[in-house]
């Protein structure tokens, strides 16, 4: 079992940067974080494989960078430049095997979100 915490939303002007935190409490694989805003579907941002190889969507492509740090068991979610379309509750998610896609079938384990405002 693998339970996720994120941290780290807010309110931030367009143009601004947060930093997303997750802490997993046991082994995971691969980790992503994800996206959902109301009335929307739900969109995967962001991956990072278990060897450390980072993948994004199109849409946050060179705004956003995937990070981790195996000794805190910590997923990170760098995120620049931020635009009002990138306003959704974000979520955290682990597997311990498997595919790594952005993909939520893919993934076993999910956080609770953390909310990220971006105002125009």
């Known amino acids: 079992q693998v339970q996720l915490v994120e941290s780290g939303g807010g309110s931030v002007q367009a143009g601004g940067s947060l930093r997303l935190s997750c802490v997993a409490s046991?082994?995971?694989?691969?980790m992503a974080w994800f996206r959902q805003a109301p009335g929307k579907e739900r969109e995967g941002v962001a991956y990072l494989t278990g060897g450390g190889t980072p993948y994004y969507s199109n849409s946050v492509k060179g705004r956003f960078a995937v990070s981790r740090d195996s000794a805190k068991n910590t997923l990170y979610l760098q995120m620049n430049s931020l635009k009002p379309e990138d306003t959704s509750m974000y979520y955290c998610?682990?597997?311990?095997?498997?595919?790594?896609?952005?993909?939520?079938?893919?993934?076993?384990?999910w956080g609770q979100g953390t909310q990220v405002t971006v105002s125009s």
């Open positions: 998610a682990a597997n311990r095997g498997g595919y790594c896609r952005l993909i939520g079938a893919d993934f076993g384990y």
């Open positions: 046991g082994y995971s694989y691969c």
